[in-house]
């Protein structure tokens, strides 16, 4: 069945430093793909989507691009902040069914 | 534009209670669906209920029972707890059930824990 991998945590990174999440996902169709976060006490947010291969998400600086012939989507931002601290869930949803969601990696950005 | 509430937020049962957790979803969507994360893991999908019909569910036992009501609120219904129940229980809502492009929008959860 689908699933998603993603890189184990946690990632912790000083203050304006480069990020990368990395994200691998198994599906049997045309997958649309997402990150969200989920920042402490709140609920899921959606970060950013692309729906079909080479297209990239982008949004608060975070960017993700969608890779066919690597299955993967992984996240990048070149100066994280603060912030930016917070768990992130990297997912997919085929036509019609749920959202399959990653194990989360957790960001701890210090000043 | 209300978003997605849940109720109670956190709640503690014993083992073999039941327990019913609400979410009224954000306006004008008419599809909810609900997920439970485990500490430390990500969402699971338990059910999705559109129009008031459950259409798609997760490999989840019958003992998760759900609910959808005509103003496209909803209930999730757990009998005969375990521990295993515990976990954070998380809302969703979105417009329509076709594509995999439409976003769903997440309530802040209701954290069951079971003793």
């Known amino acids: 069945g689908d699933s998603v991998t993603q890189m184990e945590g946690p990632v912790t990174l000083s203050e304006e430093a480069f990020l990368t999440i990395n994200c691998t996902y198994t599906?049997?169709?045309?997958?649309?793909l997402f990150w969200y976060v989920q920042y402490p006490g709140e609920g899921l947010q959606l970060l950013l989507k692309?729906?079909?291969?080479?297209d990239k998400g982008s949004n608060k600086g975070f960017e993700a691009t969608y890779r066919k012939e690597t299955t993967s989507f992984h996240l990048e931002k070149g100066s994280v902040q603060v912030s930016d601290s917070a768990v992130y869930f990297c997912?997919?949803?085929?036509?019609?069914?749920?959202?399959?969601f990653g194990k989360g990696t957790t960001l701890s950005v210090s000043s | 534009e209300t978003g997605v509430t849940q109720s109670p937020t956190h709640l503690i049962k014993t083992r073999g209670q039941q327990v019913t957790l609400r979410c009224s979803s954000q306006?004008?969507?008419?599809?909810v669906s609900w997920y439970q994360q485990a500490l430390g893991q990500g969402p699971q999908f338990i059910f999705q209920?559109?129009?008031?019909?459950?259409?798609g569910r997760g490999n989840f036992p019958p003992r998760f029972s759900g609910l959808q009501f005509p103003n496209y609120s909803s209930e999730l219904n757990v009998n005969a707890l375990e521990l295993d129940d515990s976990a954070l229980y998380l809302c969703?809502?979105?417009?329509?059930?076709?594509?995999?492009?439409?976003?769903?929008?997440f309530g802040e959860g209701s954290r069951l824990t079971v003793l």
């Open positions: 969703a809502s979105s417009l329509g059930t076709s594509g995999n492009t439409g976003e769903l929008f």
């Open positions: 599906a049997t169709g045309y997958p649309s």
């Open positions: 692309a729906t079909k291969a080479d």
């Open positions: 997912a997919l949803r085929e036509a019609g069914t749920a959202l399959i």
């Open positions: 306006s004008g969507h008419n599809t």
């Open positions: 209920y559109y129009r008031e019909e459950e259409n």
